[in-house]
C-alpha cells in the first residue's frame, strides 16, 4: 500500500482537547467545556515557560542603546506620534494629559519613536513634550507593553560595534546593586534582567554612544489558544507532551480517577520532549596540566 506522501498533521486546539477528553473518558458536550479547556491550555503554556520548555519561541532581538541610559525594555515599545524629527535620543518625553514619561531609545521613522518603559501610560491624541529639544507633538496611538510582557527571559547578548562582537555577562540582582557607580560610561561589559510584568534589562556600564548594539536571545511566551480553530504554536515533536498535559489537566477538574495515571503519562511524556529540546553540540573536555603531574 501506497503511504500517505502528507507531512502536515497538526492538530488545532479543538482537536487537542477532544483528544484530552477522551483521554479522561469524557465527552466534549458544551460551550463551557470547550472553555474551560482552552484556559487549561493556557495555564499549561504558562507552566511550560516555568519549566523552560518552549525553546523553539528564541528571538534574537537587537537594541541599539542610547547614549546614557541603562535601563531598556526587554522588547519593543513603540509610540506613533504625528512627527518625530525634533525630538531627540536619550531626551524624555512627558505626555501633557497623561503627564506620563519616558525616554526616546531610537526613531525608527519620522512618525514613530521607541521607548523605555514609561511611567504612567500615555494617551492617543495627546500633546507631548521633549524635556531637552522641547518639541512637541501629538501621539496618534497608544504605546502598547504587550511585545515586553511577552517576553520569560533573556538568554545570552553580546554588545556590537563596529561589526564586532563581544560578550556581555549576566549578573544577578545582588551584583548589579553592588555596583558603586552606576553612571560610568563605557562599552557595556554586564546585564540584569529585572523580571518584573514588564520585564527590564539594565546593562553597565552605560551606553557611552548611541550607535553600539545589545543583541540578545530572549524566551518569549507561546501564542494563546483564544479560539478552538487556532493552531497551536508547538513543533511536532511536542504534541504528544501536549496532548498528555491537557488531559491530566482536565483530569484535575472532570476525572479524578484517571488523575495519577494522567500525570505520570504527562511527566513522561514531559521529560522525553525536554531532554529532546537542547542544544545539540559536540563537547570537549580537557584534564587540568596541575591534575597530571599530580597524578604521575
Same mark, same amino acid.
Given at each position: ?26 465527552? %466534549?458536550?458544551?460551550? +463551557? ?8 491550555? @493556557? ?7 516555568? *519549566?523552560?520548555? @518552549? ?19 526587554? /522588547? ?25 514619561? #519616558?525616554?526616546? !531609545?531610537?526613531?525608527?521613522?519620522? &512618525? ?8 504612567? &501610560?500615555?494617551?492617543? /491624541?495627546?500633546?507631548?513634550? /521633549? ?11 497608544? #504605546? ?9 527571559? !533573556? %538568554? ?19 551584583? +548589579? ?8 560610561? /563605557? ?18 556600564? &552605560?551606553?557611552?554612544?548611541? &550607535? ?45 480517577? *484517571?488523575?495519577?495515571? %494522567? ?14 529540546? *537542547? ?8 584534564? #587540568? ?8
Amino acid at each position: 500500500m501506497a503511504v500517505s506522501g502528507s507531512k502536515d498533521f497538526e492538530p488545532n486546539v479543538a482537536e487537542y482537547i477532544e483528544e484530552a477528553f477522551e483521554r479522561c473518558g469524557i465527552e %466534549l458536550r458544551t460551550g +463551557y467545556d470547550a472553555r474551560t479547556a482552552r484556559r487549561s491550555l @493556557n495555564l499549561l503554556f504558562a507552566d511550560w515557560a516555568n *519549566r523552560g520548555l @518552549n525553546r523553539w519561541t528564541m528571538k534574537q532581538f537587537t537594541q541599539t542603546v542610547a547614549k546614557d541610559i541603562s535601563e531598556y525594555p526587554v /522588547g519593543t515599545i513603540t509610540l506613533n506620534v504625528s512627527a518625530s524629527g525634533s525630538f531627540s535620543v536619550g531626551e524624555t518625553i512627558t505626555g501633557g494629559t497623561s503627564a506620563a514619561t #519616558a525616554s526616546i !531609545i531610537t526613531k525608527p521613522s519620522s &512618525t514613530s519613536m521607541t521607548l523605555t518603559v514609561p511611567s504612567g &501610560t500615555f494617551t492617543s /491624541g495627546e500633546t507631548i513634550t /521633549g524635556g531637552t529639544s522641547a518639541a512637541t507633538t501629538t501621539t496618534t496611538s497608544v #504605546a502598547s507593553l504587550e511585545d515586553v510582557q511577552a517576553t520569560i527571559d !533573556i %538568554l545570552s547578548g553580546v554588545v556590537r560595534r563596529d561589526d564586532s562582537d563581544i560578550s556581555i555577562t549576566r549578573i544577578s540582582r545582588d551584583d +548589579y546593586l553592588s555596583i558603586a557607580t552606576k553612571s560610568t560610561t /563605557g562599552r557595556p561589559t554586564q546585564f540584569y534582567v529585572d523580571r518584573q510584568i514588564t520585564p527590564v534589562v539594565k546593562i553597565w556600564p &552605560t551606553p557611552e554612544n548611541n &550607535t553600539d548594539q545589545f543583541i540578545y536571545d530572549r524566551l518569549v511566551r507561546i501564542d494563546d489558544a483564544d479560539t478552538s480553530v487556532n493552531s497551536v504554536e508547538v513543533p511536532f515533536r511536542f504534541y504528544p507532551c501536549l496532548a498528555a498535559g491537557l488531559a491530566y489537566y482536565i483530569s484535575l477538574k472532570r476525572a479524578p480517577d *484517571r488523575i495519577q495515571i %494522567l500525570k505520570a503519562l504527562y511527566e513522561e511524556e514531559f521529560i522525553r520532549a525536554a531532554e529532546e529540546d *537542547r542544544d545539540k553540540a559536540d563537547i570537549t573536555l580537557v584534564p #587540568a596540566y596541575s591534575f597530571i603531574s599530580a597524578v604521575s
